[in-house]
């Protein structure tokens, strides 16, 4: 049978704390769409976490969460800049433009997922014209797509020229946790000036469970009806809720994504093959062939090949140091 | 404190079938998007259950269930035919016309939310004109939004003068576990021709999850990637089919629905107001005024004026016998 | 062969002043999508024409002039309050909902399509709830689709809660050329507080053109690029613009209403069926069973049943006596 | 004064036939919204030019004719595979993802706007997933915005694997006018099986109109309903199907785009500075430099630096030879 610990870091279930929370809330009558416990709670420990005044929702799918804060901050017939790597470009099969209304992405290259400042300068010069779709929104990915980690004055090198050219800010947090556990402060995006952020639970251990952060007052506006709108308004809410007081109330949230982080750095000291990219979050990303590549399918580790054309190990807080250390051995052999 | 066991039938947890499923099935590393064991498992009951040969996929919206299967029906300038007060057309915030592109929905009237066939024949009658859009599909609930039951014959009075017509049929079954232990057979829907059922789990007593079930060969194509362009596509999706498993291994999803059913004849029977509609199903609506109304609420317990001005009581799997003999007794005091 | 002299006013072609405007302006080189001199000078005569500080735009299509700008002023999450037998409401074919991506109508009763003040007052009253779109907009027809015109006090009734509640308002003045020879000033909507108007020209004796007049300095943004992305921009532009200059340079707009006025009062005079209207504009609408209308049509004159169930005579700059007295012959004969 | 001769070769005014037709058909009552007599007959001779059974809709604007037929023929989780450098990728403000709620487009490199056919057989073979949106149609540009005309041969390597995997055929044909003159024949596209032609009638010497031919059988269903809820059925139709007879029926629509290649090809045989592209048709982008554009600029002509960075000057069926005189007596002056 196929081993999927490295596809994604969401083939995992969810963590213990998770469960526990889930059948704590579960218990007696609840309000719905949102008007619950959990949810008044879970979002009381994700504005401590980030330090923010912010009003707190939950979706279910990561890319509904992103592409609909995207339609929040920027109109049809703008744009939103982002890494040409981001998940939004290239990952959400058109989503932005879905909830968009067909909302421009302009894809800026950079270094494992970094935006380069000198790329964001270049596309906040291009003038205004009636013929394309100029930019509202910056979005930002922390941590990257191929597991590298921002540094916090990279982002205000970021952030600083957007919000000047009057730019709102959007962060996919996906993988906020693994940047966390990696050093980063989550106060900061908030801090810097961030309009929304989008918060993973999901990847950070959760069951299917993706916060929503509004920051803008203009954004929050009527927002229940824009997720009941576009159906991402969860009647027994408390499902989606729940499981953030299990990340968060002691801790879980970091600790797990520390263990990710921690296999990912394992896996990378014992790998064969060259490094991609810095090993700075929960992912390995390696430089192999076809014929290496399907050695390891053939070895029963399903992988995938990636956007960049390295394959991509994924981490997460039920991988274990077994798994890496036998995937480790069966790598050499696939050399 | 509030109580809110008769406001809906979402402010119910989930039943301990489904919270068991969902620990058995946490365990381990499993595929993520839908290619998940759970899936396979869940989508062959479903398909047992309604007896018919569709692809099964999974939302945890039913708003979204219903809109987006519309949107794969029916063209952005046609419409769909659907009661006037069927939840797409009042209590979905637009969400048929945001996944539709602007589709639009035609009202029919009919007593206690089942459509009247002569008012439909008078809409399939209506000529095409560039000027309006003409229906494309035709929307059922069962159970109806006022706690009715089809017999199958007047479904086939609505359905089969539609297929006629060229429309595709469209069932909402978020309450169909009500209509089943009501005598209705599930198997029906598909007999008589429906193209797209949404199975409604979530009412009957799961987590978030609503089945969507795709008869139609044309509305298959590239399912998948429909899902995730409208953020509907959830990655640890072990956690939407799960839930299946635990309701229809062992009957729960009906056994529910039938003590749901029976707890709502119970309250009928004690209820000292006018019933508006016949209690067939899970929900009681009776007629109260203001006053009446605020005295319930100042005793403690939340209940909704409905969509016809009639007050709704909704049972539930966890609904109690001493919760509706107290409720009753309030009733009483409140008259 | 058929007559469709009176079946409504966009039957008619263009009046000599706009062809000649047209014939002027196609002179020489011009810039393209707007940029052109044809432009500028329509912009400053419809802006001296409302006395108001706007910026104009022109589409071809009343119901993209419609469709658009409601969805630069309300969010696809939120409706538009508007008379129930509006144009947007009944005759568009749902293009409020597609330019705004499901963006909601609410349709308010009123006599001869003015909106009631007290079912404005009660839409406005209803509380926000996640369930249904609440309205961020209102919309008023000038003059109505019944060939009703508003008086300046009647407006200011609407206007001024719609304003207080926050709404921002849309003015549909495809016929405000018939409300201004009726005695309305025109000046008086931007006097009011609208947002945007959509004043007509095609109607007025144009060819196909209508003025977008955004006085709302929010909703001027990148209007440019909002017009090309939803596929309004015209590449040769001057053709919208110049037919504005031939019906304003030297009052052809009213001149030519007054006279499309003054037939429907001729056609009301002479009518021997039973007006369901007030003959205010250009329109006169009767009460005629299905045999009589037929009789008229087998006559040879085309005209449709309307919305409302009356039929409709509508007349235009090209209307003349001789044709009003020659059908109105043939309704007594078809009585 | 600036002088726009070269800036597109839509900043020329309507051919004298094309004015000629519209006071023509200027006269009398017509039906509206396409039903009217001019239509027909224009219906008539494009069907004759393209030897195709089509229906054929007008649209006063190419960028919704384009984005509102592959809306047509593609859904929202799918993608339309184009040249990266075609309009509706580069110039039309995201209008293909707002008309077709999403839609994807697969941008293919190739030689002077001609895709590449390894490149397509590459973007073919990209096996399905639900991340991404999976082709249903390609799109070809005749002429393509470099100036270029495919061959036949090269547009049936083109079109024939295309349709052998079940996609689309989308031709633009906002310049087949400047085609057809440099030998290309019209009639090909329907010969190898396209499924909807954009025919350019603006560019070719028009007032504002495209013609929309639909040759497949189901993206025919309900079209004038399609038009009118995306906003592009025209209530005075006849303004946009009169100047399709000024231009086909004397054969002006030719000959006008044969002048305007000749005055390209006499620009090119002039033209100091490198040409970037053939000159195939009416275009002719050359290598400046921006000091070089600057002094054109400032001696008073006006052209564009184009998406691949040239300077692109195109000739219309108003460009006289002192204009291509002129302007290359001073192109001599800014090199």
Sequence with gaps: MARYDFASDNVAGAAPE??????????????????????????????????????????????????????????????????????????ETGAPGFFGAGVGIIGLPGASGRIEAAALANALNKPEEPHWQSPAALSITQATEFGAVYAEQDLAALIAPAKAAGLKVHVDGARMANAAAAGFDPRAVGRLGADIIVLGGTKAGGSPTEAIVLIDPGARRRFGARLKHSGQLISKARFLAAPWIGLLEDGAWTRHAAHANTMARRLAAAMPFPLRHPVEANGVFVEMDEAQLGRLHAAGWFVYRFIDGSVRFMCSWATTTEAVDEIAETLKAAR
């Design 18 to 91: 998770v469960m526990a929370a889930l059948a704590r809330h579960n218990a007696g009558f609840e309000p719905s769409y949102g008007a619950d416990s959990a949810a008044a709670r879970a979002g009381d420990l994700i504005r401590a976490l980030l330090d923010v005044d912010a009003d707190v929702w939950f979706t279910a799918s990561g890319t509904a969460a992103n592409a609909l804060t995207l339609a929040a901050l920027v109109a049809p017939h703008e744009a939103v800049i982002a890494h040409e790597y981001a998940h939004i470009a290239t990952d």
